[in-house]
T-cell receptor
Framework: KQEVTQIPAALSVPEGENLVLNCSFT??????LQWFRQDPGKGLTSLLL?????REQTSGRLNASLDKSSGRSTLYIAASQPGDSATYLC??????????FGKGTSLLVTP | EAGVAQSPRYKIIEKRQSVAFWCNPI?????LYWYQQILGQGPKLLIQ????????DSQLPKDRFSAERLKGVDSTLKIQPAKLEDSAVYLC????FGGGSYNEQFFGPGTRLTVL
């Protein structure tokens, strides 16, 4: 059974800092990994999808890496802004096609 | 392109009552998912449809939950009777394909259910 763990559970940083969110998973036989953002009371917004054959994906100030063999992914956020404050969720897809989620990292960026 | 639509956005009911949620996926998306997100947890899959058929409902509490997807488009999730532990956000998602490494899922805004 796939287990997805996200560390840290919560993070507070001052505006402008670069930061890294970590995600680990126990079963490396994944099809892809997605990073999502969730604002309070809202649904999930897809940030990046990394296919199993890829090592990283970039979108603006976000960069996600994937190391399948070690069961790890990181989400790097450059020059953080208060608007980046949200919960970030990591999820992987195995053979069942449904997403297996971690519990998320709650990020607060202070002005 | 319109996103995944869900209604209602909020619902408050008493335990043992019934409730239904509606989802309209992104046009052309073959696969539709219902997830349950309890406060402080990541979403958990309840049921997955591909077109009209059920692909996975192994985590759906079938004694009280039911779901259908009419004509391979809209879907309804029902709870009858509701329990206190059903209080959660119910998220609908859709994807163009049924699987594969490029299969990106898109989520609706969710329905927040409170059972008193």
């Amino acid at each position: 059974k796939q287990e997805v763990t996200q560390i840290p559970a919560a993070l507070s940083v001052p505006e402008g800092e670069n930061l890294v969110l970590n995600c680990s998973f126990t079963d490396s036989a994944i099809y892809n990994l997605q990073w999502f953002r969730q604002d309070p009371g809202k649904g999930l917004t897809s940030l990046l999808l990394i296919q199993s054959s890829q090592r990283e994906q970039t979108s603006g100030r976000l960069n996600a890496s994937l190391d399948k063999s070690s069961g790890r992914s990181t989400l790097y956020i450059a020059a953080s802004q208060p608007g980046d404050s949200a919960t970030y969720l990591c999820a992987v897809v195995n053979s069942g096609y449904a997403l297996n989620f971690g519990k998320g990292t709650s990020l607060l960026v202070t002005p | 392109e319109a996103g995944v639509a869900q209604s209602p956005r909020y619902k408050i009911i008493e335990k043992r009552q019934s409730v239904a949620f509606w989802c309209n996926p992104i046009s052309g998306h073959a696969t539709l998912y219902w997830y349950q997100q309890i406060l402080g947890q990541g979403p958990k899959l309840l049921i997955q449809f591909q077109n009209n058929g059920v692909v996975d409902d192994s985590q759906l509490p079938k004694d009280r939950f039911s779901a259908e997807r009419l004509k391979g488009v809209d879907s309804t999730l029902k709870i009858q009777p509701a329990k206190l532990e059903d209080s959660a956000v119910y998220l609908c998602a859709s994807s163009r394909f049924g699987g594969g490494s490029y299969n990106e899922q898109f989520f609706g805004p969710g329905t927040r259910l409170t059972v008193l």
